[in-house]
DNA sequence: TTTATACTTTCCCCTTAGGTCAAAGTTTAT
DNA sequence: ATAAACTTTGACCTAAGGGGAAAGTATAAA
């Protein structure tokens, strides 16, 4: 199949797709008559393994790596599972940081009228010294 | 004073401070002898400023209002609650979509026996149609 | 069969917020 | 006078594609 129902099939843009080709993350044949990419049913599983993943905040690169254990069929979950819980650890800190700011930012909120004066307690926080 | 001591007195990279001069966010004198960014106390104090309000996560734009803001002397603290209020909105929406992944990932991975055999459910999850 | 429409290709520039490196000019210290 | 430290602009790099142009290809309608 082409690239337009690839696309479709897996729920990724048309241009998602042909980026994925070009780092070879997901590469079809080419025709070298018209230089279509040709798409085939496994490609498109590919396709929708990486939109999965990449949902999931996977990077490209780990996408590869993880792509690289599903096609590989002696891999050990062990290694799955290792990526994933760094993952994990990952999106933990950043919920903690998230979190700080957001302690941060409402308690400044808080404290600001909020009316027409100039007077703004967000403000002088900013440009404390 | 130039740029490396405006650097070291607000906390920030030579390369941000001149980034921040080269997008009019904080634009110093030039002098037209040496070529020299020229920079003032005040200069300074909007890149700590800019410095700030950069942790809390506000966007170069975002950062750009709050200046002119901060440099208002007729502003109303009504207009710095209201951006404050939609950056903490933000934060909430991300917040709720990190811990949605968060929860998602670590049911996987406590399905996932992480042995040495290839049967995995995380894979299993990102390649489900 | 011709034409119109839809689809595909490669190529180039754009995004955020700077980082890295190079060549050349300037200032300061020895 | 010269070396070291500082500054300038410029070009290219990051992640993950998006937007659009120009040109080739396929398909459907007239």
Redesign the pocket.
């Known amino acids: 199949m ?4 690839a ?1 479709k099939l897996s729920d990724l ?4 797709v ?3 080709a070009n780092i070879e993350l997901v590469k079809p044949k ?1 025709s070298n ?5 040709e798409y085939s049913e496994e490609d498109v599983l590919k396709l929708k393994f990486v939109g999965k993943a ?1 949902k999931f905040n996977f ?3 780990e996408c590869r790596e993880l792509l690289s254990l599903y096609e590989n069929e002696n891999r050990s979950s062990k290694e799955v599972k290792k990526i994933t819980l760094e993952k994990i650890c990952e999106i933990d800190k950043k919920l903690k940081e998230l979190k700080g700011l957001r302690n941060e930012l409402s308690y400044l909120a808080n404290n600001c009228h909020g009316d027409d004066k100039p007077n703004c307690p967000i403000l002088d926080a900013f440009s404390q010294k």
Chains 1, 2 share one sequence.
């Open positions: 082409n690239i337009g129902k696309s843009t048309v241009k998602t042909r980026y994925y080419q008559f018209t230089g279509y990419r990449r990077s490209i690169e």
